[in-house]
């Protein structure tokens, strides 16, 4: 049991763990945090591997983990961190050059603008619109209804066609 369970964690990493990376870099906007966190995912499905009962695919079970060690993180935050962001005190959001080649994206702009949404939107358009998870995935990574998933969606790439629209990334 404990080989299966090195054999394919390993080829999980290697097959999802650029994508795991992606998606926690997006959220998180730091690159070295996003890599430890993408560590920390990948510890947690070795871990926990026993409690995998394929009833889902591999790569949704690990963006469930993706996000909760995430949101983890978020929550475990210094107060004041939590009061910067909570009072929209501008940090540096241009994403560096590593940044860019992981995400695969070819518009700067694009980046931006997530970056700039609440992060109910930017998970959603990132799972379903890049990532490319079916809804019935989106709803098991995010632990949502279909309905909110359908609707955040909607909202989420209305809000996100405006702020391109009026260049809202600058």
């Not at 690159?31 to 009833?55: H, P």
């Amino acid at each position: 049991m404990e080989k299966q369970r090195d054999t394919e964690i390993s080829d999980w990493y290697q097959l999802h763990g650029d994508a795991v990376l992606s998606f926690i870099l997006i959220m998180v906007r730091d690159y070295q945090l996003a890599e430890d966190l993408t560590q920390e995912t990948f510890v947690k499905a070795y871990r926990f591997f026993e409690s995998f009962n394929y009833q889902s695919n591999e790569k949704t079970w690990l963006f469930t983990i993706a996000r909760n060690i995430t949101f983890d993180y978020m929550r475990k935050k210094k107060p004041i961190q939590l009061l910067k962001e909570m009072f929209m005190i501008k940090k540096d959001e241009t994403p560096s050059p590593e940044e860019f080649v992981l995400m695969k994206e070819d518009s700067k702009e694009l980046y931006l603008a997530l970056s700039k949404m609440k992060t109910n939107y930017k998970e959603v358009i990132v799972l379903r619109k890049i990532k490319g998870f079916s809804i019935e995935e989106t709803c098991k990574i995010l632990q949502w209804s279909e309905s909110k998933v359908k609707i955040t969606l909607h909202r989420a790439l209305s809000e996100l066609e405006n702020r391109l629209k009026r260049s809202d990334f600058q």
